[in-house]
């Protein structure tokens, strides 16, 4: 599988160009996929702070395996996607999940960025 990259990092924004039905050798039948959009969690090496701001919005795929279920796969750190793996939407791609979607009316040079914090609510909190 070809892999979009830009600078030599994958960004996870690229899936969106290569998470289709993948076709099964020898068959008609295909694996459904899907992309997942949420935020990742980072968590700091033992004995360092959290940094605030570190975490980050984030995508990954996920695969339908028939009895293993849905099976979510993170290309970007190439890892299985975890706990710190936060799934907010699902969809075909990134026009079927896209955060934010608008348009911006003015002059001038306009700059967005973006700080997300991650933390753990403790269930006593939300009456779980």
């Excluded at 990259?5 to 050798?25: A, D, K, N, T």
């Excluded at 995508?59 to 339908?64: G, I």
């Excluded at 993170?74 to 706990?83: F, G, H, I, K």
Aim: charge should be neutral.
């Amino acid at each position: 599988m070809l892999t979009p990259r830009e600078g030599g990092r994958v960004r996870c924004e690229s899936h969106r160009l290569v998470i289709r039905p993948v076709p099964l050798f020898s068959s008609r039948r295909t694996i459904p996929a899907r992309y997942v959009s949420g935020y990742l969690r980072t968590v700091p090496r033992p004995g360092e702070a959290p940094i605030v701001g570190a975490d980050q919005s984030h995508a990954w795929v996920a695969v339908y395996l028939g009895a293993a279920g849905w099976v979510e796969l993170d290309p970007t750190n190439d890892c299985l996607a975890s706990e710190d793996h936060i799934p907010i939407a699902r969809g075909r791609d990134y026009d079927d999940v896209v955060p934010v979607k608008g348009v911006i009316l003015g002059g001038g040079d306009h700059r967005l960025t973006v700080s997300v914090d991650v933390s753990e609510v403790p269930r006593a909190a939300h009456g779980v």
